[in-house]
């Protein structure tokens, strides 16, 4: 079992920043990649970015250059940066771990952009 808790979601102004934190806990051992989704009322949960144990990372087209991934394995935390804030970012962002067997979710932080 992995245990996931994010937080540093919250309001920011359109061209703004923040980082969101993803922490976990449990079988930190059996997770292979971390990820960060987001989804917005009445559409699919979208992959935002993602990094792997070897720090391979890789993001969607639309936050490339603004937002980065980063993981503290000491922590066992992965971040999200967000630079450059768009109101189109505005979603419950949510943190994957990918295990073999079913991946696991964190509860979501809300984050919102206004303009």
């Known amino acids: 079992q992995v245990q996931l808790v994010e937080s540093g979601g919250g309001l920011v102004q359109v061209g703004g920043s923040l980082r969101l934190s993803c922490a976990a806990s449990?079988?930190?051992?059996?997770?292979?990649?971390m990820g960060w989704y987001r989804q917005t009322p009445g559409k699919q949960r979208e992959l935002v970015a993602f990094i792997t144990n070897g720090g391979s990372t890789n993001y969607v087209d639309l936050v490339k250059g603004r937002f980065t991934i980063s993981r503290d394995n000491a922590k066992n935390t992965v971040y999200l940066q967000m630079n450059r804030m768009k109101p189109e970012d505005t979603a419950v962002y949510y943190c994957k771990a990918s295990v073999p067997g079913p991946d696991y979710w964190g509860q979501g932080t809300q984050v919102t952009v206004s303009s």
């Open positions: 449990g079988s930190t051992f059996s997770i292979n990649a």
